[in-house]
């Protein structure tokens, strides 16, 4: 089958997140399968998509791999498939996928662009736990639960030198939450593109920062929109690779907006 790796949330190549694809003839394989190529392509996750009968809720049925465990929710790897999906000519229009989050659908627009709409995490005030500023490397203002479909802590820090400067202890991390935690703030000046900037560090799921997270800005959009007075926003991930996403929040959904590019394909024989 052909195996596909394809940068997410970003319009050139070596830059966003990369994820790679594969598009099965059938059902799902064995799970032990399913982790063991995820581990091979060794990438934040590794998506597998089956076409399904017609006339159903969801066109194809998804599933997103880590090197080491099954996610609930990836935004990036639904990017990278909608955009393998609609390039090969698999599937015109929006598709509609089924996963552990519910059906997902992906719409492509101009120029490539790709709108996700996934559910918005519910943002849930908590108390700082003790000993995360140290791990982080600095203080956070406020602390978020984002609920069990992110598993994240959201913390917003001072300002986005102090995000862009954290070199945090990522095992001091894990105790703090089910994934990560991510790390925001407002932008220090919006006339460059951006009106917040994050950072996300996945510990717990072998992923020590994420370049790009599309899950976590299900909780970033609301955060923002409520912080800024505005909808539709978009962030920066400020990771090594960096990328840009276009949020737009409504209501109990999340609309997440991006591009993505295929660098890489070939044909996998195990």
């Not at 995490?121 to 108390?127: C, D, H, N």
């Not at 951006?194 to 955060?223: K, M, Q, W, Y």
């Amino acid at each position: 089958m052909r195996i596909r790796i394809v940068d997410a949330f970003t319009d050139r190549p070596f830059a966003g997140n990369p994820a790679g694809v594969l598009l099965l003839d059938d059902v799902f394989p064995g799970d032990q399968w399913l982790q063991n190529v995820a581990l091979e392509v060794n990438h934040a996750e590794t998506a597998f998509a089956h076409r399904l009968p017609e006339g159903g809720e969801a066109d194809w049925a998804l599933r997103w791999f880590t090197p080491v465990a099954e996610v609930a929710m990836c935004g990036h790897a639904t990017l990278a498939t909608a955009h393998v999906l609609h390039t090969t000519g698999a599937h015109e229009g929006p598709v509609r996928f089924a996963t552990r989050s519910g059906v997902l659908v992906a719409t492509p627009g101009a120029d490539g662009w790709i709108t996700m709409d996934f559910p918005t995490a519910p943002l849930t005030p908590v108390a700082v736990p003790e000993g995360l500023a140290k791990a982080l490397g600095a203080e956070p203002v406020v602390a978020y639960d984002t609920g069990p479909q992110v598993g994240d802590l959201l913390v917003e820090l001072a300002d986005e030198r102090t995000v862009l400067g954290l070199a945090p202890d990522h095992k001091g991390l894990m105790a703090h939450s089910s994934r990560g935690v991510i790390a925001t703030a407002r932008a220090d000046d919006p006339s460059h593109g951006h009106d917040f900037v994050s950072r996300c560090f996945f510990p717990n799921v072998g992923i020590d920062e994420d370049p790009v997270t599309g899950s976590a800005h299900t909780a970033l959009a609301p955060h923002w929109a409520a912080r800024l007075g505005r909808d539709d926003l978009t962030g920066l991930q400020a990771s090594r690779r960096s990328g840009l996403v276009r949020t737009g929040l409504r209501g109990d959904r999340t609309l997440l907006t991006g591009r993505a590019v295929t660098v890489i394909e070939g044909e996998l024989l195990a």
